[in-house]
């Protein structure tokens, strides 16, 4: 079975510093898909950033960037100079090609402090 | 503009009662999906639709049932089969492309709780 997690509830920073949130996932499979989305208070799901797994290169979205390991089946995403509203939950998510079903972490409650 | 509506924003249940949520897009997107938040979980797939007038259940669909009689529209009915129907359920589309992932756009949700 495919499984996604991320093994850090909650975790919080000073604005302006950065913090790397952490997820791992299990599967087979050899081309898929990793997202991160943020849901803020508003609880609106909003994608931040997604990779595919058969580029080497690390996906960059402004002060998003992830790491990428496939071998260790890691994907971590780091946030640079943090504000205030990136106060949110984070969700770790995965898809196989050509499937459907998007597998969820349990998500990563991050709290940027002023 | 282009997105995803659903309604209510927040509904109240009573024991037994079987209720309707509505999802409505104007993205022209081929693949509508329900998913239920729970507390400290990750969303749970309940029903995806590919196509009009036809849909497969997620993982947890007992309890749930769905109908796609329009592109646009995907409504879900919680039953009163469905034994803890408390929660945030989140309405999202896609388009269907061979060979790629297509990026899944979310509504804003509905809060459903059982009085």
């Known amino acids: 079975a495919q499984t996604v997690t991320q093994s850090q509830p909650e975790m919080s920073v000073q604005e302006a510093e950065t913090v790397t949130l952490s997820c791992t996932y299990d599967t087979s499979e050899n081309n898929y898909y990793l997202f991160w989305y943020k849901q803020p208070p508003s609880r609106q799901m909003i994608l931040v950033i997604r990779q595919e797994a058969y580029k080497q290169q690390n996906a960059t979205e402004n002060r998003f960037s992830v790491n990428f390991q496939k071998a260790a089946k890691s994907f971590s995403l780091k946030i640079s100079d943090s504000q205030l509203g990136d106060t949110a939950m984070y969700f770790c998510?995965?898809?196989?090609?050509?499937?459907?079903?998007?597998?969820w972490g349990a998500g990563t409650k991050l709290i940027i402090k002023p | 503009d282009g997105g995803i509506t659903q309604s209510p924003k927040y509904l109240f249940r009573k024991e037994g009662q079987n209720v309707t949520l509505s999802c409505e897009q104007n993205l022209n997107h081929d693949a509508m999906y329900w998913y239920r938040q729970d507390p400290g979980q990750g969303l749970r797939l309940i029903y995806y639709?590919?196509?009009?007038?036809?849909?497969q259940k997620g993982d947890i669909a007992e309890g749930y049932s769905v109908s796609r009689e329009k592109k646009e529209s995907f409504p879900l009915t919680v039953t009163s089969a469905q034994k803890n129907p408390t929660a945030f359920y989140l309405c999202a589309s896609s388009m269907i492309r061979g060979g790629s992932y297509n990026e899944q756009f979310f509504g804003p949700g509905t809060r459903l709780t059982v009085l």
């Open positions: 639709s590919q196509i009009v007038n036809d849909f």
């Open positions: 998510a995965f898809i196989s090609e050509g499937n459907y079903q998007l597998i």
